[in-house]
Structure formats: C-alpha cells, structure tokens
C-alpha cells in the first residue's frame, strides 16, 4: 500500500506564515518594515517585541527561548505537538492535498540502485521500517542557515532525518542518523556548526557498545566508533 506524503517545501510555498500566525490568533501588529511583532504566547512572554514573523522570508524568531523557523515549526510550537502533526494540521486547515510530484531526489547512500528515487518512496519523518532502535527525534529542523550552507534539500534532509537541533545533547549541531545494516537507528552524529564549538564532530558516547550488539554481530562486522567516524569526513 502506497504511503502518504506530504511535501513541506510544496506547502509553505502554498501557505504564507502571515496566514497561519492569523490562524493561530496570534496578537500581532504590523510594523512599517512588513514585519509582525508581538509577544511570544510559546513561553508565555511580556515583551510584546519578542515575537518577529518577517513574512517575507516565511519565518519567525523569538528573541527569548523559543528560537525561530518557518510556520510549520511554528505551528508545532504554538501547539504543542510534532512537526508532522503540525504540517498535517496545517494542510487540513489550509485545504492542500497530498503532494502527487514525482520529482527526483538523490539516491541515499543505502539504496543499491544506481538511479534516482521519488520522494514518495522516503518517509516524512526520518525513520526506518524497522521497528527496533532509538526513535528518531522530532525537535529537528531542516530551516536553518548551516543545513543550507551543506548544500542538503529539504526533501533529502526529512527523507534521510537530518536537521539541526535546538536543544538536547546535540544542541546548536546539524544532527545525523548513524544506522546499523538493517536501518536501525542507533543514535545520532553532530556536526558542529560554528568555529567554537568543539569537537568538530560529536558521536554518542555508547556507540562502540551499539555496534558490537549481538543482533548487530550476526549481520556484519564490528566496526569501532573510529572506524564509523571515517564514513563522516568533512571535506573543507
């Protein structure tokens, strides 16, 4: 049975972040340069400058705790509820169908095949058909600077799971999944996004004891965290 998928690059095109902020009834006033300002209902704020929605480049930015991103992290905020419910939600209320494009994406490094793939075959949400592992974390972001600069689509980054993270262990990193042969998550690899933030690559710390497991044993051979960090060089 062929699985639903929902474009999140088609729909913030389709849906302006202006648009949902009135859908959320959010207590906004607009300023002479476009932008939207008002106080920050996520954390509950005072301030009413501290929430800045530039409709124009489709995001948000809250000068307190809450960071920024497009309008479906916002929505995901103000709601409290996960990216993908958030951009269901938003798709419901907005009236935009299921994405029906075939267009080609990369190939993952996994896949065996030589040709290219469409983006109905990857998941939304970063994760595997295997049932076993780590669950994949859904505080991940594809809307940030340092994912650009990498050169990753958006549809490559939710496809493969990859975004950068606002809080947790791998806090202010573009976050990896490391899997094992069989698609189980085991954790996730950080890569640093500024000058001061060592090491350069953060791995977990209980990696060499994932991937010595005896399910792991019995499919392929040991690798040693160095051996792993050998497939994540950083090519300056």
């Not at 009413?48 to 489709?58: A, F, H, N, Q, Y």
Request: aromatic letters at 6%; hydrophobic letters at 40%; charged letters at 20%.
């Amino acid at each position: 049975m062929a699985s639903s998928f929902l474009d999140f690059a088609a729909l913030k095109q389709a849906v302006s972040i202006e648009a949902v902020a009135e859908w959320l009834q959010l207590d906004l006033k607009k300023q002479s340069n476009g932008q939207l300002r008002g106080c920050c209902v996520m954390h509950g704020g005072s301030n009413d400058r501290e929430l800045v929605i530039t409709p124009s480049k489709g995001l948000f930015f809250c000068f307190g705790p809450c960071g920024g991103g497009d309008l479906i992290k916002l929505t995901a905020q103000v709601l409290k509820v996960g990216t993908k419910e958030a951009a269901q939600k938003i798709a419901d209320h907005f009236n935009f169908g299921n994405s029906t494009s075939k267009e080609q994406v990369p190939v993952p490094s996994h896949r065996t095949s030589s040709t290219s793939i469409t983006k109905e075959e990857l998941p939304t949400d970063g994760s595997s058909p295997q049932a076993n592992g780590l669950k994949p974390l859904d505080h991940l972001t594809t809307d940030h600077p340092a994912i650009e600069a990498l050169g990753l689509s958006v549809a490559v980054c939710t496809a493969l799971g990859i975004g950068y993270a606002q809080k947790g262990v791998m806090r202010g990193r573009v976050a990896f999944p490391l899997r094992l042969p069989d698609g189980t998550l085991v954790g996730y690899q950080g890569l640093a996004t500024s000058p001061d933030q060592a090491p350069l690559l953060l791995f977990p710390k209980n990696l060499d004891e994932k991937m010595s497991a005896p399910a792991v044993a019995k499919e392929a051979p040991k690798q040693s965290a160095d051996e792993m960090r050998k497939l994540f060089r950083v090519v300056g």
